[in-house]
């Protein structure tokens, strides 16, 4: 299954390709260089990559390839070899450059590069890749001045406090990046100590999690579908009352009852993808208020809460 993360990085490879080959001392910057985006699944065996673009520099044409980890594998050298195979295949007159971002600085190796080439962009013999590790880029030259769309990802390098305080004002206003603002930081903060880092104040990080697209698709889902059901509750209370306080009094009630149904489902399936048993738990059926539900969605399943934590704020929400 797809992590929060791994959405939010090919989304940010997407938008900002060029600015992640310089951040990988690829190309130099202000290079010039045109990327066009290319399929991402690629000829041979059914593999994926996270992002493939091609580019001319040098008088030569290269292809750009992605791949994002939260930790170092011992298997990528041998996933790179098979991924640059099928490229080739696929676009026999280019060159690959394969970089892997590592999020996270738990086994990776010392070495930035696997195997042997010569200068910065030239034919080599054997496999070769760069490795880049996020944690040791230096979030200011995103700051000052680089691809915006880079932000979120900022998260994961360098940074001071006040950096990251800068990095959430600055997406703040942006669904997409505030999403992936809140994916990434789930790789390196837990909820307490982020809120603790923005001011420890847990009103704005909740104003960003509402900004997320993640956040943002479960509202609308719970909104729309509650809407239904209270217009077709409040309707068939209101022909049977036959009083216009009828049905408006039915539309009202059904609605409500609509969204916390809606809340209390979209709830359940969070709690059991993230905290497998919570889901069962009966005291969910004795929350009657949605915004209640939804408060327990944002503040321990897409906040990067414990599994105690949800337990007890659910069991506290019933006392």
């Known amino acids: 299954m797809h992590q929060p993360y791994d959405r939010a990085l090919k989304q940010i490879a997407a938008r ?10 690829v190309l130099p910057p202000d290079s010039g260089v045109t990327l066009r985006p290319l399929e991402r699944e690629v000829a041979g065996p059914a593999l994926r990559t996270d992002q ?15 791949e994002f980890e939260s930790r170092w594998s011992a298997a990528m050298p041998g996933r790179v070899l098979r991924y640059q195979a099928v490229i080739k295949l696929e676009y026999p007159v280019c060159e690959v450059n394969s970089v892997v971002f590592v999020l996270r600085p738990a086994g990776c190796p010392e070495s930035a590069i696997y195997g042997h080439r010569e200068g910065k962009i030239s034919p080599v013999t054997g496999i070769r890749y760069r490795v880049v590790r996020i944690w040791q880029l230096d979030a200011a030259k995103v700051l000052s001045g680089g691809d915006p769309a880079l932000l979120p990802m900022a998260m994961l390098m360098n940074t001071t406090e006040d950096q990251v305080r800068e990095i959430a004002a600055r997406v703040s206003g942006d669904r997409e990046a505030a999403g992936q603002f809140q994916a990434l930081a789930a790789l390196r903060y837990d909820k307490d100590q982020i809120e603790k880092i923005l001011g420890g104040n847990p009103m704005f990080m909740k104003a960003l999690l509402k900004e997320s697209w993640a956040v943002q698709e479960v509202m609308e889902e719970s909104r729309v579908e509650g809407q239904a059901a209270g217009r077709l509750e409040g309707q068939a209370a209101g022909r049977l009352e036959g009083q216009a306080a009828g049905r408006l009094e039915g539309q009202a009630a059904g609605q409500a009852a609509g969204r916390t149904d809606e809340a209390r489902a979209l709830l359940r399936r969070s709690l ?11 005291e969910l059926d004795l929350i009657t208020d949605a915004r209640v ?3 327990l969605l944002l503040e321990h399943v897409v906040g990067a809460s414990t599994r105690e934590a949800a337990l007890e704020a659910i069991q506290a929400a019933v006392r």
Do not use: K
């Not at 900002?16 to 001392?25: K, N």
């Not at 493939?52 to 992605?66: K, S």
């Not at 059991?272 to 009966?282: E, H, I, M, N, Q």
């Open 16 to 25: 900002a390709a060029l600015g992640l080959l310089e951040l990988a001392d």
């Open 272 to 282: 059991a993808a993230r905290f497998p048993g919570l889901d069962t738990l009966p």
């Open 52 to 66: 493939l673009f091609a580019y001319t520099a040098e008088g030569m044409e290269w292809i750009a390839h992605f």
């Open 293 to 295: 539900l939804e408060d």
